[in-house]
């Protein structure tokens, strides 16, 4: 069992810049690959990044790619979304979640422990 809270979350100008956190609960923590999902209003969830049990490996919606960095520290357990050159479109709210597959993946169903999500909003 994990348990995710994020934090970070807030009100930004657009062109400004967040540090999401998602501290997880447990001694496993590295045994999990863990990722970042976005669901606006109105819309489907949709997948941002992720990033390997070891952090070595990272994966990237096209839409984030060079905006936005995923990082993990496990002594801490905890994962990061830096957000960096927002714009309005980013305005969701953003959830981690873990997966204890081997390999990154997409695709929501792969990943078993959610948290409860922080909103972010960005002005134009």
């Known amino acids: 069992q994990v348990q995710l809270v994020e934090s970070g979350g807030g009100l930004v100008q657009a062109g400004g810049s967040l540090r999401l956190s998602c501290a997880a609960s447990g001694r496993t923590f590295s045994s999990y690959a863990m990722g970042w999902f976005r669901q606006a209003p109105g819309k489907e969830r949709e997948f941002v990044a992720a990033?390997?049990?070891?952090?070595?490996?990272?994966d990237y919606a096209d839409s984030v790619k060079g905006r936005f960095t995923i990082s993990r520290d496990n002594a801490k357990n905890t994962v990061y979304l830096q957000m960096n050159s927002l714009k309005p479109e980013d305005t969701a709210v953003y959830s981690c979640a873990a997966d204890p597959g081997i390999t990154l993946t997409r695709a929501s169903r792969s990943y078993d422990y959610w948290g409860q999500g922080t909103q972010v909003t960005v002005s134009s």
């Open positions: 990033i390997s049990r070891s952090g070595r490996s990272t």
